[in-house]
């Protein structure tokens, strides 16, 4: 059980605004686009994928992808870039209630962080 006092994300605690620019993936394909950063995957109806793009065009950037709602046992949520491998392979399923997976570009591979 959490105890302690939740901090905004830009530090000083207080009244800061947060670097998550959320969306939300209902079916298909998401592909992170623009200044979108972050995912909620609703899973409810049907398996989603989530789309990474080219590793090497976006050296640092980390990106939150979030199982929100549905049977993720039946409906996972499968990462995949369009560039460079994800943890050294071509796709990672994420298959935990409400998990929470944060991926990093290295320059040249997509690493979770």
Do not use: E
Not at 18 to 39: C, P, R
Not at 68 to 89: A, F, Q, R, V, Y
């Amino acid at each position: 059980m959490f105890r302690g006092n939740w901090r905004s994300a830009s530090g000083g605690g207080g009244g800061g605004t947060s670097d998550l620019v959320w969306a939300t993936a209902t079916a298909g394909t998401f592909t992170f686009t623009g200044t979108t950063n972050a995912v909620k995957g609703d899973v409810s109806s049907t398996a989603i994928t989530v789309q990474l793009p080219l590793a090497s065009s976006f050296a640092g950037k980390i990106y939150t992808i979030k199982h929100t709602l549905g049977p993720i046992l039946t409906n996972p949520i499968t990462i995949t870039s369009s560039g460079g491998s994800i943890d050294g392979l071509a796709t990672i399923v994420v298959s935990q209630t409400k998990s929470t997976t944060r991926i990093c570009s290295d320059g040249t591979d997509w690493q979770i962080i």
